[in-house]
């Protein structure tokens, strides 16, 4: 699953959209201390008034928010060779079923078994489908739905916190006297969901069912207990530890100093594999293995590989591991590289490494910035000085 694959689904969750059907919403209200199911709801979405609608849109649309491997994860069933994962047959048959507030329960029961939070929250499910209509070489839609080419239909299930409103004072006008307001309801925080899922997971218009897409609402900390115990899934990496892993391993082969063009070059050399993956709007994810990782290196300016295998076997645990490209390179759009000592913290963008160098003169390092132009400091024009 890619980026475009999400954001692809994304985009329909809007009210009023004829490519999406929504159908049942399943409410359950859990007291969190006693693990104990104190409030259920069904509903159809098309009867609902327009502004609960829009709330339970939003708070679904969530789910779709995120960068992949960091808070959304594509995950495959644990122990599935002949696809007999338990988990995932229960949710082909949620995804199909005649009674989906009865199936959807029982995910609630695992949810509530397994998972802790911290107060009391809401297990929310929602099921629909999205219409993909043909599109024209320009992009345009063809004829509405008349020639629909593609249908995903789908359910979601999300964790939600309750917050509880703080007591206040208020001023009652007809008894003319100040009262302590206690509020009797709570509030269920729909705008930050806990952890959630949608199955079945989609790629390029092709829906899968081996696989499902977990939200987790901190970035790169999925809920374990979540993904082992509700999903049955496993976790291979997140984009953190990727980006780690992969950095350690260019440490190991070059040495823990090295020049920012070096790195610059290792950087465009990964940009390159995903831009050229991405325009050839190829199915598979663009991804650096040993091979890849060896030729990438040798471009960059890293003469010596010859430990490369080693380091990449003991920190991968194989030789076949291959990272996401996007995982481990940086945003090429933006300041993502941060260069810091206790002295100095400065960002800049991956392209703009070919421009730095730290040197050193009478002792003392410097940081050297070639730039184009004059730098501003509070405002005023910073003054140039020979060298």
């Not at 259920?40 to 992949?68: A, C, I, P, S, V």
């Not at 899934?233 to 953190?240: E, G, K, M, V």
């Not at 992969?246 to 070059?254: G, K, M, S």
Request: with cysteine.
């Amino acid at each position: 699953m890619k980026k475009n694959d999400v954001s692809s689904i994304r985009k329909e969750f809007k009210l009023d959209n004829p490519k999406l059907k929504l159908e049942e919403v399943v409410g359950i209200y859990v007291k969190g201390d006693i693990k104990q199911i104190i409030g259920f709801e069904k509903e159809y979405f098309d009867r609902m008034d327009t502004e609960k609608q829009d709330l339970y849109l939003k708070n679904f649309k969530k789910l779709l928010t995120g960068q992949l491997d960091s808070k959304l994860f594509e995950l495959e069933f644990s122990d599935n060779k002949l696809g007999q994962n338990p988990t995932q047959r229960a949710l082909i048959d949620t995804l199909h079923a005649t009674n989906f507030i009865e199936q959807t329960e029982e995910i609630a029961l695992k949810v509530i078994n397994n998972c802790d939070y911290p107060s009391d929250f809401m297990i929310s499910f929602l099921r629909g489908e999205v219409f993909k209509p043909m599109r024209t070489e320009r992009g345009e839609d063809e004829s509405g739905l008349d020639d629909v080419v593609f249908s995903f239909k789908f359910f979601m299930a999300c964790v939600n916190p309750v917050t509880i409103p703080k007591t206040a004072l208020r001023f009652d006008f007809e008894g003319k006297a100040f009262k302590a307001d206690i509020p009797m309801d709570v509030n269920i925080n729909l705008t930050t969901p806990l952890d959630g899922f949608i199955f079945p997971s989609w790629n390029d218009n092709s829906a899968d069912v081996n696989c499902v897409v977990y939200y987790s609402n901190k970035a790169n900390t999925p809920n374990l207990e979540f993904l082992a115990k509700v999903l049955e899934c496993d976790l291979h990496s997140t984009a953190q530890t990727e980006k780690a892993q992969f950095l350690e391993i260019v440490q190991e082969v070059a040495g823990k100093e090295i020049e920012a063009e070096k790195i610059a070059n290792i950087y465009e050399s990964v940009n390159y594999i995903l831009t050229r993956n991405e325009e050839e709007e190829s199915s598979e994810i663009a991804s650096v293995g040993l091979k890849d990782m060896e030729k990438i290196l040798q471009a960059s300016g890293v003469e010596t590989t010859q430990s490369l295998e080693t380091a990449f076997l003991k920190i991968t645990g194989t030789d076949k591991y291959e990272f996401k490209a996007s995982n481990i390179v940086p945003n090429f759009t933006g300041k993502s590289i941060k260069i810091e000592n206790n002295t100095v913290s400065i960002s800049v963008s991956p392209q703009d490494l070919k421009n730095i160098k730290q040197v050193k003169k009478d002792g003392k390092r410097y940081l050297l910035i070639e730039i184009d132009e004059t730098a501003n400091l509070e405002g005023f024009e910073l003054s140039t000085e020979a060298i």
